[in-house]
């Protein structure tokens, strides 16, 4: 006789305050040519990179360099007729956060968003956590079902994960616009991790 089993979902969540902040920025140079466009904006962005006192050098990238006509702007903020834009991501505290913003934006920078999250190990750990969570709900699930059938739950026969959240909380640009006193001090935010569980049935 074939085996009897039971598919079930659960999801599992984890709540944790974030340890990593991602501000991203823009230095915009202009200029009469591609060169000296890119030349003006390296230069800002140099100025920024000195401006911001909290993080290290190290913590500062460049992720883009872009260098774009006018002409072919859908609302240009410069007359120049070429503008390049040197895009920055810098890493730094959470609560280093609105210190971050507020240098760049002294030293002419712009904001485009700032993303609260986790350092690598510390979202593995709760996406352990979240699994573990979503596993003994599962079988709570199966348990409760099977018993509806006079069944018990015998072996673990398969179980796979899906993801359901990132655990990245962003604030955009027009927030920050609209509020200087927007609260760059993020709530805790929630890890959750579903599982799809197969298990066995047994007679009780």
Known sequence: MASR??????VGRC?????????EAFAVGEGQSASDARTTAKDRASSLRESITDVSTDQIRTVDLQVQDTDEMFD???DAPVQATEQLHIDCLPENAESVVVDVTNAGGQIQTVQFQFHEDKRRELQNKAINSAMERAREKAEQMAAAEGLAVAEL???TTKDVSTGIESIVDEALAS???TDLHP????VSEGVEVVYELSEE
């Open 15 to 23: 709540e944790a305050v974030p340890d990593l902040a991602t501000v």
């Open 76 to 78: 240009p903020v410069t």
């Open 187 to 190: 709530a805790p935010i929630t």
């Open 5 to 10: 089993i039971i598919t079930v979902d659960a």
């Open 179 to 181: 509020s200087p006193d």
């Open 157 to 159: 026969q398969e179980a």
